[in-house]
């Protein structure tokens, strides 16, 4: 690889990495509005986006123990975030489910860090957005085809 690739290779990860932490930064500066933990949220938003998981399935997306998640849904679940439902056709797989609550907390969250990259990119022109908009989902395809062969 020729090194002015390398350099550009290695510029584009610092910038991911800086990225990712402002984005976890402002994600936190906006939980502070909601009775949610940082962890409660990832959960949240897994269980936004799958709709319904065992625990299991959960701690393995979230890279947690078992019991570490299962604490954590024992929290959410007292706070009116989730519940647990038994799996009529075999009694011992849970599954959680989002409660109102938690789609409610998930969907403004997520808009307020929609409306933060909104207010970042005010400047950027229509082209600009087009084309940091294909550049990172060709990288999100190519990362997700890359973890699932």
């Known amino acids: 690889m020729e090194l002015a690739k390398q350099e550009k290779i290695n510029e584009m990860e610092k910038a991911l990495r800086m990225i990712s932490a402002h984005i976890k930064q402002k994600g936190r500066e906006i939980l502070n509005d909601f009775s949610i933990t940082p962890p409660q949220f990832?959960?949240?938003?897994?269980?936004?986006?799958?709709?319904?998981?065992?625990?299991?399935?959960?701690?393995n997306k979230m890279y947690l123990a078992y019991s570490t998640t299962t604490d954590l849904i024992d929290r959410m679940e007292n706070n009116g975030l989730v519940k647990r439902i038994r799996d009529p056709k075999d009694r011992r797989v849970v599954r959680i489910q989002k409660l109102d609550k938690g789609y409610e907390i998930i969907e403004e969250v997520i808009k307020r860090r929609q409306n933060y990259l909104k207010d970042?990119?005010?400047?950027?022109?229509?082209?600009?957005?087009?084309?940091?908009?294909?550049?990172?989902?060709?990288?999100y395809d190519k990362m997700n085809s890359h973890t699932t062969n």
């Open 120 to 139: 970042l990119t005010e400047q950027f022109s229509d082209e600009e957005i087009e084309n940091l908009h294909q550049s990172l989902h060709l990288l």
């Open 42 to 59: 990832v959960a949240l938003q897994w269980l936004f986006e799958q709709n319904e998981m065992t625990i299991g399935d959960l701690s």
